[in-house]
C-alpha cells in the first residue's frame, strides 16, 4: 500500500526533446509575417514590442508611435480633445453621448501597456462629467437608479453626475503627481457645480495646470458663500485662461491689475460692471496674454477707453471684441482704436449687438480692419436709412468671410413700415458692387433677402407702363447685355418710361449706362441664411454668381475669363413670361410661365438645347415676317415631338 500511494508523487521521465515546446502551424506563419514586416520596415527594431513578440501574434498597430496613437483613438472620443473655453452646456458635442464615448476609450486602455498610456493622456486632458447618457442606454439606467430593491421600485434616484465626481476626485487624490498634472481642462453641470462646491475644491486642488473650470456663478459676483472656493482657486490654479466678473465683482477685477492673480489670462467676460474707465483701462492694459474681451450691459464704456491717452496706458491689441449693450460706443471710438497698426493685424472677430454704431457707419469700421475675419452687427432701428444728404459708400473689406447682418424693426415702429428694407438694399448694393471677394455665409433677419440678389429688376407698378403686353421676342432685349436701359424696346404706340429708383436700391446701378453691366451680379458663392420673426431656426440658401445674359457683357464670374457663371454652376436663366416688366406683375400680364428645375443636390437641371454662349433654347422663326424669337412660346399644347421630349416638357 506503501509504494501504490508513492506512485502518485513520482515524476515521469521524459526526454528533454519531447518535453521541448512544439510550434504549432499558426504560430509559424506568425513568425514568417513578422520576419516579412521587419525586412519591409528596417525601423522596426527601435519600435519593437515585446509584448507582441511573447504572445506570437502579429500586430503592427500594436507598434504604432504614440502621437499617431493618441490620434487614432480621439476620434473614438472627440470630446478628450475640447479644448474651448466654454461651459460644459454650451462646448456639448452634437449627435454623440460623451459617455459611451469615455466608456469605449477605457476599454481601448485596456488592450495593452501602450494603449494604456495613450488612453490616459486622453481621459485626463479634458474632463467632462454629464449627468446623463444621450442615446438609448440612459432608459435602461434610469430604471435601475429608481429601483432600489425587490419591493421598492419607485425609490429616489441617485445624482450620478454627483456620484462621478465624488469618484473623480478620489482618483484624482490619490495620485496627483501623475494623473493630477494631466487635467487641463475640467467642465461640469451646472446643477453639479452649483451644489457641490467642496467636492469641486478638493478636485481643484490638486489640478495645478489647469486651464479653464466651471465655476458657479456666486464666485463671479463676490459671494461670501464661495470665498472658500474663490481663494483655493487663486492658489491652486495660477494658469487659468479665462474669467468672468458679474456686477458686484469690481473689487476683485480691480486686484487683476497688480498682476499676481492669474496673469495668463487670455479671455475676459464683463456684465454689468460698473467701475471707473480709467481704473478698467489700466485693468486691461496691465493683461498682456489677452486676447478676447467680452462686454455686455457696462453703460460705463464709451469710447474714451479706446482714445490715446498720455496718462493712460492703451488698450492692448485684440483678437475678438464683443460689445452687447453698450450704447456709449460709437464708430468713432472703433476707428480710433483700430487706427493702431499693431491692432489692424489682430482683430479678427468683431460684435456689435445695441450699440451706439449704427449700421450706416459700419463702412468706417470695415475700411479700417483689413484682417477682419467674422462681423455681427444686430440692431433695432427706428428710422428708415438714409436716402437723402451725403451718399453712404458700401461696405468694402478684403478679408471678410462671414457677416451677420440682423437688423429688425423696434417694437415701437408701425407693423407695415418697411424700416428695415433700406438697410438689406443697401448690404445688396454693397454685395453687387463687389466690395466683399472672401465674403462666404451672410446672416440676415429678412426672409426676402435671397431674392434681391437673383439679379432681376423688382416689378414695376401698374401705372408706370402700358397694359398691353408685348411680343415675347422682347423679352430679349431685357437680358441683352449691351442695352442701357431694362426696359423692352417700344414697338407700338405705347412707350414704357425709364423706371425711377430711389438711391438706396441696389438695381439702380443698373441703369448708368456705360458705368456697369446691363444687368446685376453676384462675384462669388454666398449662403444666406434667413430668419423672420417667428421662426425658431435659420433657413439657409445657397447663390451662385451668374453674369448677363448671352456673356456679351463684363463677365464678373470668379474665373475672371468673361465666361458666363451660370454655365459652370448649372443654374439656368429664365425670362419667359417677363417681358412686360413695365406693366408690372398684375392680373392680366407678367406672370413667370416657366419653372426651374432642381437636381436634387444644390443645383439645377440644364435647359434644353442650353448653348455656351448664354442660356437661351434652341431658337426658331417666329410666324410675323420671320422674326426671330429666342423665347418662343410653344407651338401647341402638345408639346414637341416625342423624339426629344425629356424633364422639361
Not at 100 to 124: E, N
Not at 554 to 559: A, H, I, K, L, S
Request: hydrophobic content about 35%.
Amino acid at each position: 500500500m506503501k509504494f501504490a500511494a508513492m506512485k502518485f508523487f513520482r515524476r515521469s521521465k521524459k526526454s528533454t526533446s519531447e518535453s521541448g515546446p512544439s510550434k504549432k502551424p499558426s504560430q509559424a506563419y506568425d513568425d514568417m509575417e513578422r520576419d516579412r514586416y521587419r525586412q519591409y520596415n528596417p525601423r522596426s527594431d527601435q519600435l519593437f514590442n515585446y509584448a507582441a513578440e511573447r504572445s506570437r501574434t502579429f500586430a503592427p498597430w500594436l507598434e504604432l508611435p504614440p502621437p499617431i496613437l493618441e490620434r487614432v483613438l480621439a476620434f473614438v472620443c472627440p470630446h478628450s480633445r475640447d479644448e474651448s473655453y466654454e461651459t460644459c452646456e454650451r462646448s456639448a458635442v452634437e449627435d454623440a453621448c460623451m459617455l459611451c464615448d469615455l466608456r469605449d476609450l477605457a476599454h481601448a486602455g485596456q488592450v495593452c501597456k501602450l494603449w494604456r498610456r495613450a488612453a490616459i493622456q486622453l481621459m485626463y486632458h479634458s474632463i467632462r462629467i454629464d449627468s446623463v447618457h444621450y442615446c438609448e442606454r440612459e432608459i435602461d439606467l434610469s430604471e435601475r437608479r429608481r429601483r432600489k430593491s425587490r419591493f421598492d421600485r419607485n425609490g429616489i434616484p441617485e445624482d450620478p453626475a454627483g456620484a462621478r465626481l465624488y469618484l473623480l476626485c478620489r482618483t484624482l487624490r490619490d495620485d496627483p503627481t501623475r494623473l493630477g498634472k494631466l487635467v487641463q481642462y475640467f467642465k461640469t453641470p451646472y446643477m453639479v457645480r452649483e451644489s457641490s462646491a467642496p467636492m469641486l475644491a478638493r478636485t481643484i486642488a490638486v489640478l495645478p495646470n489647469l486651464r479653464y473650470v466651471d465655476l458657479p456663478e456666486g464666485l463671479f459676483m463676490d459671494d461670501p458663500v464661495h470665498h472658500t472656493l474663490k481663494l483655493e482657486v487663486q492658489a491652486r490654479c495660477p494658469n487659468l485662461r479665462k474669467m468672468t466678473y458679474l456686477a458686484g465683482s469690481e473689487r476683485s477685477l480691480e486686484a487683476l491689475g497688480r498682476g499676481n492673480v492669474w496673469p495668463n489670462l487670455e479671455v475676459l467676460e464683463l456684465s454689468g460692471i460698473n467701475m471707473d474707465p480709467a481704473i478698467l483701462r489700466r485693468v486691461l492694459a496691465s493683461m498682456r496674454c489677452l486676447r478676447a474681451l467680452k462686454a455686455s450691459d457696462c453703460r460705463m464704456l464709451d469710447d474714451d477707453i479706446f482714445h490715446n491717452n498720455d496718462i493712460l496706458p492703451a488698450l492692448p491689441p485684440l483678437e475678438e471684441l464683443i460689445l452687447t449693450n453698450t450704447p456709449r460706443v460709437t464708430a468713432d471710438g472703433l476707428v480710433t482704436y483700430l487706427s493702431r497698426d499693431e491692432t489692424k493685424r489682430s482683430l479678427k472677430v468683431l460684435s456689435l449687438s445695441n450699440t451706439g454704431t449704427p449700421p450706416t457707419a459700419l463702412h468706417d469700421v470695415l475700411a479700417n480692419a483689413p484682417h477682419l475675419v467674422t462681423l455681427s452687427i444686430s440692431e433695432q432701428v427706428d428710422s428708415p436709412f438714409p436716402s437723402h444728404g451725403v451718399p453712404i459708400p458700401p461696405l468694402s473689406n478684403w478679408s471678410l468671410e462671414t457677416l451677420r447682418f440682423e437688423i429688425t424693426a423696434s417694437p415701437a415702429t408701425a407693423a407695415y413700415a418697411s424700416t428695415t428694407a433700406g438697410y438689406y438694399n443697401y448690404l445688396a448694393s454693397s454685395l453687387f458692387a463687389g466690395g466683399l471677394p472672401r465674403l462666404a455665409a451672410i446672416y440676415v433677419r429678412d426672409q426676402n433677402f435671397p431674392d434681391l440678389l437673383l439679379g432681376l429688376p423688382p416689378p414695376m407698378p401698374g401705372f408706370a407702363g402700358s397694359p398691353q403686353r408685348p411680343s415675347s421676342a422682347g423679352s430679349t432685349g431685357m437680358f441683352n447685355s449691351g442695352a442701357a436701359s431694362l426696359s423692352p424696346a417700344s414697338t407700338g404706340g405705347y412707350s414704357n418710361p425709364t423706371p425711377r429708383f430711389s438711391s438706396n436700391n441696389p438695381f439702380a446701378s443698373a441703369f448708368n449706362g456705360p458705368l456697369g453691366p446691363g444687368m446685376l451680379s453676384l462675384n462669388q458663392t454666398l449662403e444666406i441664411f434667413t430668419k423672420g420673426d417667428d421662426d425658431l431656426v435659420w433657413g439657409s440658401t445657397r447663390m451662385d454668381p451668374f453674369d448677363t445674359y448671352g456673356g456679351g457683357g463684363r463677365g464678373r464670374g470668379r474665373g475672371g475669363h468673361g465666361r458666363t457663371a451660370s454655365a459652370a454652376s448649372g443654374r439656368p436663366l429664365s425670362s419667359y413670361g417677363l417681358s412686360d416688366i413695365g406693366a408690372g406683375w398684375q392680373a392680366g400680364g407678367g406672370a413667370r410661365m416657366s419653372i426651374i428645375q432642381g437636381d436634387g443636390h444644390g443645383g439645377f437641371l440644364s435647359v434644353p438645347g442650353e448653348t455656351r454662349g448664354g442660356h437661351g433654347r434652341n431658337s426658331s422663326a417666329s410666324s410675323f415676317g420671320g422674326v426671330r424669337d429666342e423665347w418662343p412660346r410653344p407651338s401647341s399644347s402638345q408639346g414637341p415631338k416625342k423624339g426629344s421630349r425629356d424633364l422639361w416638357r
